[in-house]
């Protein structure tokens, strides 16, 4: 979950940083590699998505089990981000976005990504477009991505899983000290009969 928080921010990160460098000479040779930031952009793209499949549907394996509270958070977050009037068209990206759920909001963000990457990583240089960025669309992917959707969806759902976890090490915290405390006495009353010997 954390993961996919990271690699969310990974790619706004390296975009920010192709965007400014190519927006304006100040900032030229700000980026040490360029291709290397087009790089790492596409493989955190899969990997954010990767992960919050994982989180939301399970793995391959096995014992790769979706999170228990991923419907409840997701509906928790779909309610917290929303449309403000059904009635009315939206006029921005962030108001279009609301009229989704948090799940379809994230696919939505990750598509304006994929839109950014193939722009800025066109084989013929001359054609690669960078977003400009104070650009209102380019703020307002920010906005829905990194910003909305971790306040009401990331954080909180952190926060469960943070929650469920102690719980669960509290539940068997007592257990797991018996047993230790138990094989600390064998060993150190073997140790003793060894010694004694």
């Known amino acids: 979950m954390f993961g996919c928080s990271g690699y969310l921010y990974s790619v706004f990160s390296h975009l920010f940083k192709v965007s400014l460098q190519e927006y304006d000479a100040a900032f030229h040779d700000t980026t040490v590699d360029l291709a290397n930031e087009i790089v790492m952009m596409k493989m955190s793209i899969p990997k954010f998505i990767d992960y919050f499949?994982?989180?939301?549907?399970?793995?391959t394996g096995e014992n790769q089990l979706p999170f228990t509270g991923m419907t409840n958070a997701l509906k928790k977050a779909s309610s917290i981000i929303t449309c403000p009037?059904?009635?009315?068209?939206?006029?921005?990206?962030?108001?279009?976005?609301?009229?989704?759920?948090?799940?379809?909001?994230?696919?939505?963000?990750?598509?304006?990504?994929?839109?950014?990457?193939?722009?800025?990583?066109?084989?013929?240089?001359?054609?690669?477009?960078?977003?400009?960025?104070?650009?209102?669309?380019f703020e307002q992917i920010w906005q829905?991505?990194?910003?909305?959707?971790?306040?009401?969806?990331?954080?909180?759902?952190?926060?469960?899983?943070?929650?469920?976890?102690?719980s669960g090490i509290n539940k068997y915290g007592t257990t797991i000290k018996g047993v230790g405390i138990?094989?600390?006495?064998?060993?150190?009353?073997l140790m003793f009969m060894a010694v004694a010997l």
């Open 85 to 137: 009037d059904k009635l009315d068209p939206p006029t921005t990206i962030p108001e279009s976005a609301h009229c989704f759920t948090a799940a379809v909001q994230l696919y939505l963000t990750s598509g304006y990504l994929l839109r950014y990457l193939a722009f800025i990583s066109m084989e013929n240089i001359s054609e690669r477009t960078y977003p400009i960025p104070n650009d209102p669309d």
């Open 144 to 166: 829905i991505g990194p910003i909305e959707l971790y306040e009401a969806f990331f954080y909180r759902i952190g926060k469960t899983l943070t929650e469920e976890i102690m």
């Open 182 to 189: 138990t094989c600390i006495l064998v060993a150190m009353i």
């Open 53 to 59: 499949h994982k989180l939301r549907l399970g793995g």
